[in-house]
């Protein structure tokens, strides 16, 4: 009876830290999203799995994309690179983080997703590991980039992959832009233009 009773405690005590070690991760990633002043203070897996904090790209101005390989706009990752290739010199990136958010069309792995970019679209502009841009389990980066707190002007749900988040040299969002905003647009250009 005693051994038992002793099995219990210690399952309950092991419980007791696994919540409060959960909460405190979750309360630490609140926190971070909540008092991050720029996009530089999130670190991110690349597509290969390197860890990279986007201070990396301090000083550039990025235009931030969650991708599909599977959407009707996954042909914009053309667009996507043909941007990068005529501002990259002036201080320009793109960054594209795959997302299985909507309808699974995002269902490969990230070495899939890297051959998938490389060989049919010739993609050179960085690429993440797959995340979360909303729900539950959002990325606390999406978390940034769409709360209210955070970005009053262009907060706001995601709403289908291929939404651009334009970000300016001191990694303060500068606009927003649709699915259906082609990245080679000339509202787009204008906008990266005027960033550069």
């Known amino acids: ?5 002793l099995i219990l405690a210690v399952l309950g005590v092991a419980a007791g830290v696994f919540v409060v070690f959960n909460n405190q991760s979750d309360s630490d990633e609140t926190s971070v999203v909540a008092a991050a002043k720029s996009i530089y203070e999130f670190k991110m897996k690349d597509i290969d799995g390197n860890d990279v904090k986007l201070k990396k790209y301090k000083g550039d101005v990025l235009l931030v994309v969650n991708t599909a390989s599977e ?14 290739d005529k501002y990259k010199g002036r201080g320009f990136n793109v960054l594209g983080f795959p997302a299985n958010n909507f309808g699974g069309q995002e269902p490969g792995t990230e070495k899939e ?5 490389t060989l049919k679209y010739k993609v050179t502009f960085p690429m993440f590991a797959k995340i979360s841009v909303k729900g539950e389990d959002q990325h606390p980066l999406y978390s940034y980039l769409t709360s209210k707190a955070t970005n009053p002007q262009f907060a706001g749900d995601i709403k289908w992959n291929f939404n651009k988040f334009l970000i300016g040299r001191d990694g303060k969002i500068l606009a927003r832009f649709e699915s259906k905003d082609k990245p080679e647009s000339e509202t787009i250009t204008k906008a990266i233009e005027a960033a550069l």
Do not use: D, S
Request: glycine residues 8%; aromatic residues 20%.
């Open 1 to 5: 009876m005693n051994k038992v009773f």
């Open 71 to 84: 959407c009707g706009y996954t042909p914009q990752y053309e667009g996507l690179q043909a941007i990068f």
């Open 113 to 117: 997703i890297k051959e998938f970019c």
